[in-house]
């Protein structure tokens, strides 16, 4: 951890910030700044030591974990690891001051301000926040934690959940490196406090209580994409010579192998990405040990695979943005990927959760359910407006009529759940109608097929997408 190599830094504006505490006239200087742009505030000097906190002591935590595994370090990890320790109260003493003099500050604030046009304000913009604000609040709570992955008490590796990456650990063994623990433990110390939350897409790690090296995440679909609120999980293993090398990552959301969800996402699993080395993409843009890192690959998953409109992440297919064909063929694209979503991130999700993101599932179902349901209203409303199209609308039709089955067996499992714990209170006049809006599949589509029929349908309509991206090669 950069902070261990300065310490004496740190402990100088510590004691600055103690100063400024009990000072009346620079107090104003702890509390967030007001944006411009909405009721948002920026993040306050105290949150920030909170989070320093956090990762002092989780970047410790995780040291003396592997220490008592692997046995001593040298003489200047101990030296570092006893002043990040002794850091430690000195934080908590500091934001324990700073939030005392910033809540006396704003209560003296709050009362003598009392603008009817700040209260109109607050009070219109509640209704849209709130629901938001809950959420994320909710969801903070579950973004980083741990989970037995191997057997700790094992004499060999024994995994207790499938894991893509199983061979691997058990072919690389105990791997004793003080450069790569040390690696690790920032990785694990940045993702504690950094991971990206939002109503719209959030990103969940759980690492393994004993190996730093071990992980799963899951990776929920933004807004305005085809993998909108769907729960997308990854395998992750940081090989022997991490750094040096790249993190490996594997979707495990493919529907047992049947959908190819992205360009990006192979339908094995593979994930094809410059910051992993899995595609040929400029120098810059490749893996670098000094200045990449673990986070950067999540937020790249986030933000350029899962997006808006996927079709034209292919190469060569971006040219044809914009155009009639273009269009018809990314929405032909989007109809699948939006019914694969359902199917395999929502509806499979709920009845078959990976045990160590079973809470993080409920809570995300649970908050957005009447969301997801309208969500998916809207799509076979808008699908639907599509199938009259000469070239792709019998595609789209398909895809619909499985989106409509999706949806009508979701509706169902939704109004099965009941509240997780801490959320009772929200039941009450919010419960689901397993037959409040429910599709028919009786189209003469569907007339004269059944159940195992359809299924065929929909993986034509995946072989099909499929290899209109294969025939290039991505990568």
């Known amino acids: 951890l950069d902070m261990a190599r300065h310490i004496p830094l740190y402990r100088a504006l510590l004691e600055l910030l103690r100063g400024i505490a009990v000072t009346p006239s620079l107090v104003p200087l702890l509390l967030p700044l007001e944006k411009d742009n909405g009721p948002d505030t920026a993040t306050s000097v105290g949150v920030l030591l909170d989070k320093m906190r956090v990762c002092v002591d989780t970047y410790a935590s ?28 000195n934080i908590q003493e500091t934001a324990k001051i700073v939030k005392i003099a910033a809540e006396r500050l704003q209560k003296l604030t709050e009362s003598e301000s009392s603008s009817e046009e700040m209260d109109k304000d607050k009070a219109g913009q509640a209704g849209q926040a709130s629901v938001e604000e809950h959420y994320m609040t909710v969801m903070q709570e579950e973004q980083f934690g741990s989970f037995e992955f191997v057997l700790s008490d094992s004499s060999v590796v024994k995994f207790t959940c499938s894991h893509h990456y199983e061979n691997n650990v058990k072919a690389a063994g105990d791997v004793s490196n003080a450069s790569r623990t040390r690696r690790l433990a920032q990785e694990a110390t940045t993702l504690s406090t950094s991971l990206p939350l939002s109503g719209g897409s959030s990103v969940f790690v ?22 909108e609120n769907g729960c997308f999980e990854f395998d992750v293993y940081f090989p022997p010579d991490y750094p040096t090398s790249p993190p490996l990552i ?8 049947t959908i190819r969800f992205n360009p990006n996402l192979y339908n094995d699993g593979k994930v094809c990405l410059s910051v992993l080395n ?33 079709y034209f992440n292919e ?11 273009g269009t018809a063929s990314s929405r032909e694209y989007d109809a699948n990927i939006r019914q694969a979503t359902v199917r395999w991130a929502m509806l499979e999700q709920i009845r078959n959760p990976t045990p160590c993101f079973r809470e993080v599932i409920h809570k995300h179902f649970w908050l957005k359910r009447h ?16 199938s009259n199209d000469k070239r792709t609308g019998r595609t789209i039709a398909h895809s619909t009529l499985a989106l409509k089955r999706h949806y009508n067996q979701l509706r169902e499992e939704i109004a099965k759940m009941k509240p997780p714990e801490g959320l009772e209170d929200e039941e009450e006049g919010e419960s689901i109608d397993p037959q409040g809006v429910h599709f028919s599949t009786d189209s003469a589509l569907s007339s004269a097929m059944n159940s195992s029929q359809l299924a065929v349908i929909e993986n034509l309509i995946t072989d099909s997408n499929s290899n209109s991206v294969l025939e290039d090669g991505f990568c």
């Not at 004993?210 to 993998?227: F, H, N």
């Open 315 to 325: 190469p060569g297919y971006e040219r044809s943005r914009g155009t009639p064909s």
């Open 206 to 227: 759980r690492c393994d209580e004993e190996r730093l090296d071990i992980m799963k995440v899951m990776i929920t679909g933004p807004s305005d994409t085809p993998y």
């Open 278 to 310: 899995t595609w040929h993409g400029r120098p810059e843009e490749k893996w670098n040990a000094q200045t990449s890192s673990f986070l950067q690959v999540l937020v790249s998953i986030q933000s350029l695979i899962l997006v808006s409109e996927p």
């Open 371 to 386: 969301e997801v349901l309208k969500q998916c209203e809207n799509w076979i409303a808008e699908m639907e407006s599509y």
């Open 250 to 257: 594997n979707l495990e959301t493919t529907g047992n192998h």
């Open 62 to 89: 995780r040291l003396r974990t592997n220490k008592a595994k692997n046995g001593n370090g040298n003489v200047a990890e101990e030296e570092e690891n006893e002043g990040l320790a002794m850091l430690i109260p």
